[in-house]
């Protein structure tokens, strides 16, 4: 069953350091997305992504994220400079485009735990 | 994106069917339900969908009610491994995307 890889599985980081979490969607997928979930509290969005763009990002994705799809199948967040306050569970989902528009079915990566220490 | 209120957490025993309830007294006519979950430490995973009919499929069977003002989600036979937090989730279907809104969910705890 095709699945969302995500690569590393833990990331530390010392704060003001440049981190990249990746991920590999679904191969035919074509809607990308990036969640958090800090420790304890709820999983939240991030930004969205089709057709090489930023289709809807949160308040959380500020100028210190950016995403990017270098490739046909990598998908990528990186955090330019790191805060204490970015330690969480970052995953990343993919979902199908056309001709299934009608609903939305998400899958998700196992996560990248990332420590800003 | 319609509001949903869950109960925070249940127990259920082994082998037994897990009922977990979410209102959506707001929701709209062009609104899903969709349920996920998120066993402990992994990414949240998609059960089920639903618009006004009841739904089936490997994991489990959503009943929504008539008024489609709230939902129950059954797992027919719960075992250990079902053990995790439920989200009941409102959303429409327009375009090719919709980003999950997730709230605090169900944790529900399979008892052996």
């Known amino acids: 069953e095709p699945e969302v890889t995500q690569t590393p599985s833990h990331q530390v980081t010392q704060m003001g350091q440049e981190v990249i979490l990746r991920c590999v969607p679904i191969?035919?997928?074509?809607?990308f997305y990036w969640y958090r979930q800090i420790l304890g509290q709820k999983v939240e969005f991030l930004v969205s992504?089709?057709?090489?763009?930023?289709?809807?990002k949160s308040e959380i994705f500020d100028d210190q994220f950016s995403v990017e799809r270098p490739d046909g199948s990598n998908f990528t967040l990186k955090i330019r400079s790191t805060k204490l306050e970015d330690s969480a569970m970052y995953f990343c989902?993919?979902?199908?485009?056309?001709?299934?528009?009608?609903?939305?079915?998400?899958?998700f990566g196992p996560g990248t735990r990332l420590t800003v220490l | 994106d319609a509001k949903t209120t869950q109960p925070t957490s249940m127990d259920c025993a082994e082998g037994r069917a897990a009922n977990l309830p979410c209102n959506h007294s707001?929701?709209?006519?062009?609104?899903?339900v969709y349920w996920y979950r998120q066993i402990h430490s992994q990414g949240p995973q998609y059960i089920i969908h639903?618009?006004?009919n009841n739904e089936t499929n490997e994991m489990a069977s959503l009943i929504i009610t008539e008024d489609r003002k709230s939902s129950t989600l059954i797992l027919p036979h719960a075992t250990l491994r079902d053990t995790a937090v439920y989200y009941c989730?409102?959303?429409?279907?327009?375009?090719?995307?919709?980003?999950?809104?997730f709230g605090i969910g169900t944790k529900l705890q399979v008892i052996p």
């Open positions: 992504f089709y057709n090489n763009e930023i289709s809807e």
């Open positions: 639903g618009l006004k």
């Open positions: 191969s035919n997928h074509l809607y």
């Open positions: 989730i409102v959303s429409s279907a327009s375009g090719g995307y919709q980003k999950v809104t």
């Open positions: 707001t929701i709209s006519g062009n609104e899903y």
């Open positions: 989902a993919s979902s199908s485009g056309p001709p299934v528009v009608s609903y939305n079915e998400q899958f």
